[in-house]
């Protein structure tokens, strides 16, 4: 019997252990975070377009004689996020610091004009939007990328100046900023985006290491602002109390969560297959923004949904390694707080839809219809790859790829730069 090569040798002798430590070193390799930020963003983009066709489609054809009119809106929207992602991925940490306070500045002025009568538009008791025309922006979507770039850029100084020892210079102006921002949101009865917003301010302290009973505190005071909320607004009362008795009201307050989930029911393991849906057929309510993951789960089953949270829990991953890798202090922060923003408000959303919590009313972060929610999404996503270029070894390791397709594209035309 013949010996076999040494390459096919070598690979018998591997084991288990010698294939799990491959598999850590690749993890381990300085463009990681790059290329799980890149891949992750653009196959939830995919899906997104995908399904908001699918979702809107019936509706859509109903009511504007064309299947396509939200695909083709949200096909804009993304052209115009990729082009902001594909920009942010390019500039200096000085240019988002920068970029803080005239964000946050915009931030107030158009959550003000959200309550002005005449100007904000109301639509299921929460006025969030402004009307532009035939276009509406949603001002409380781009003030989670004002709070994170204002709160990362302050607390870097504040770290700079060692003025995070004490828990009140700590809090000065963070708490008052964060706050009114979270007031002005409040207002408008979007309490969903309210406890995104929340989120970042805790993912902020946590990075700087707030001591525990700060967040005890503060734990407490949002228990009793959510509590009021809750309580002088009788459509979320009816919502949580829906949550609570998911049995009753299936006609009415508990409409949407039902239909939502007999959707991921008739999935099954692998769909109804893209399109055949049946929940969109004006049975699921807002099928394609907040409950868009049922649609995933009715036409790809549960394996679908499996890849969507595998997707997003690999996005997770990337922008905790950026934040614990990067050295720069606002780099740190700021990765830190978006990646709490878009991981919380993906477990709110699907956990609406699944029933584990009350339904808020937010987005699925790149997946779900909209815009307003889509453009900053994908800068702060920009924003995370410019980080990533400034991990340890990832300029070395870029420098050694050599130009990448872009770069080669324009050399091909004769258009590169010399």
Sequence with gaps: MSALPAEERGRERTGPREQVAAAV????????????????????????????????????LQETGSAYTLFQKQAVWMVLGLAGMWLASRLPVKTFRALAYPLLLVAFVTLVLVLVPGLGRSVNGATRWIALGPIQIQPSEPA????????ADLLARKERFGQLTEWRPLLVPLLPGAGLLVLLVMLGNDLGTTLVLLTIFLALLWVVGAPGRLFVGIAGLVTLLVSILIIVEPYRMQRLTGFLDPTANRLTTNYQGTQGLYALASGGWFGTGLGEGRAKWDFLPHAETDFIFAIVGEEFGLVGTLVVLALFGMLAYAGLRIARRVRDPFARMAAAGCTAWLLV????????????????????PLVSYGGSALIPTLFALGMLLAFAKREPGA???????????????????GLARR
């Design 25 to 60: 070193g690749l993890l381990d390799r300085p463009l990681t975070s790059y290329y799980l930020v890149l891949g992750c963003s653009v196959m939830l983009l995919a899906l997104g377009l995908t399904m908001v066709l699918s979702a809107s489609s019936v509706k859509q």
């Design 345 to 364: 408000q993906a477990i709110v959303n699907i956990g609406a839809v699944i029933a584990v919590f009350p339904i808020t009313g937010i987005p699925l």
């Design 395 to 413: 300029r070395q390791a870029l420098a050694a790829r050599g130009p990448g397709p872009v770069a080669r594209g324009l050399s091909w035309l």
């Design 144 to 151: 989670k990328l004002a709070l994170v770039l204002w709160g």
